[in-house]
């Protein structure tokens, strides 16, 4: 017998109007001995029709996601919709208010950690909450992410190579209408526990992003995340407007892990190579530099295939295992 989930919604889920509330989550601490975990929610219904799940702050320290998605709460009417849109800006609540890519309180990766437990951690019983209760009602899924505080991308929406063709082509054309200047068939180093996979196990259509990064966000990117969260309602048939998708998205794929540069050293670390440029196999891509003296040993990495950069490490300084750099191969429109 599955456990009841702890966590309770403020609002209600399926009534008409807009709603702003919170998903309530019991968590007994030093500062607080009957305290919660308050996580923000809006629930915008209007009549029968499609249900779309937008959720950003997944990882605490990526940003597009949230301000597009506080925004749209902030102005969506349930006059301009038909179903509902439930919207959680800041999935992993704990993590996002310490600006940290994994939750102060246990340490856990909310996306790292589906399907959960209603037993487990806080963590845990965030994402059992989310994947019991909230994904059963969307019939299309948007979970916003950017590179956080270590890695930098290139705009990109991005879906996943699917067993289920039919619903890989539903991500596919979910994916497009979203508008992001690059999409991406999306290779995942280690998909167990993501959101992305339970998600799709789950036979919905699923479209997440990498929109940035670097622990910030610009005026340029928030505007990329504003018009693909509303693309994306229209695909849906929830907003009644035409797509506004400045310029064709542009193709890319991983597909092999000679996609990924791992550095094999610490020290002090030079991008040779800028976001969106091409490059080619053997292509020097960055250094690392011993920072322990000067005249120590420097270290080359080169591209392992051709493509464009789709992603770097973000910080000055690298360590051992950290990505370095994402190669990612163009596809012919």
């Known amino acids: 017998m599955t456990k009841k989930s702890p966590i309770t919604p403020t609002i209600p889920l399926d009534v008409d109007g807009v709603?702003?509330?919170?998903?309530?989550?019991?968590?007994?601490?030093?500062?607080?001995?009957?305290?919660?975990?308050?996580?923000?929610?809006?629930?915008?219904?209007?009549?029968?029709?499609?249900t779309a799940l937008l959720t950003g702050g997944n990882h605490g320290d990526e940003y597009e996601g949230p301000v597009a998605l506080?925004?749209?709460?902030?102005?969506?009417?349930?006059?301009?919709?038909?179903?509902?849109?439930?919207?959680?800006?800041?999935?992993?609540?704990?993590?996002?208010?310490?600006?940290?890519?994994?939750?102060?309180?246990?340490?856990?990766?909310?996306?790292?950690?589906?399907?959960?437990?209603?037993?487990?951690?806080?963590?845990?019983k965030i994402a059992d909450y989310v994947l019991r209760h909230l994904v059963p009602l969307?019939?299309?899924?948007?979970?916003?992410?950017?590179?956080?505080?270590t890695l930098d991308f290139i705009p990109f929406a991005a879906v996943?190579?699917?067993?289920?063709?039919?619903?890989?082509?539903?991500?596919?054309?979910?994916m497009k209408a979203f508008g992001a200047p690059w999409s991406m068939m999306m290779l995942e180093l280690d998909a167990v526990g993501m959101f992305d996979t339970v998600v799709e196990d789950a036979g919905k259509t699923?479209?997440?992003?990498?929109?940035?990064?670097?622990?910030?966000?610009?005026?340029?990117?928030?505007?990329?995340?504003?018009?693909?969260?509303?693309?994306?309602?229209?695909?849906?048939?929830?907003?009644?407007?035409?797509?506004?998708?400045?310029?064709?998205?542009?193709?890319?794929?991983?597909?092999?892990?000679?996609?990924?540069?791992?550095?094999e050293v610490t020290g002090l670390f030079?991008?040779?190579?800028?976001?969106?440029?091409?490059?080619?196999?053997?292509?020097?891509?960055?250094?690392?530099y011993d920072i322990e003296r000067t005249g120590g040993k420097m270290t080359e990495y080169f591209a392992r295939r051709d493509g464009i950069l789709a992603a770097r490490h973000f910080p000055g300084l690298i360590k051992t295992g950290d990505c370095l750099a994402v190669i990612a191969a163009m596809v012919d429109s």
């Open 270 to 288: 030079e991008p040779c190579v800028d976001l969106g440029a091409k490059v080619r196999k053997d292509d020097l891509v960055a250094r690392v």
């Open 19 to 50: 709603h702003h509330g919170f998903l309530k989550l019991p968590y007994s601490r030093d500062d607080s001995a009957w305290g919660a975990v308050m996580i923000p929610i809006t629930v915008i219904r209007n009549g029968n029709g499609p």
């Open 206 to 263: 699923f479209v997440t992003t990498e929109l940035g990064g670097g622990g910030s966000t610009t005026a340029e990117r928030v505007a990329i995340a504003d018009r693909g969260v509303r693309n994306l309602l229209i695909h849906a048939g929830i907003l009644a407007d035409k797509l506004d998708i400045p310029e064709p998205t542009r193709m890319l794929d991983m597909p092999g892990d000679d996609c990924f540069i791992a550095s």
């Open 70 to 124: 506080f925004k749209l709460a902030n102005h969506l009417a349930a006059s301009e919709i038909r179903g509902r849109v439930i919207i959680l800006p800041a999935m992993n609540y704990p993590a996002f208010c310490a600006a940290t890519r994994i939750s102060p309180i246990d340490r856990g990766n909310l996306n790292r950690t589906f399907p959960g437990r209603p037993d487990g951690t806080v963590t845990e």
């Open 138 to 149: 969307a019939d299309i899924v948007l979970d916003i992410h950017s590179g956080g505080k």
């Open 160 to 174: 996943h190579v699917l067993p289920d063709k039919k619903q890989e082509a539903a991500c596919i054309a979910a």
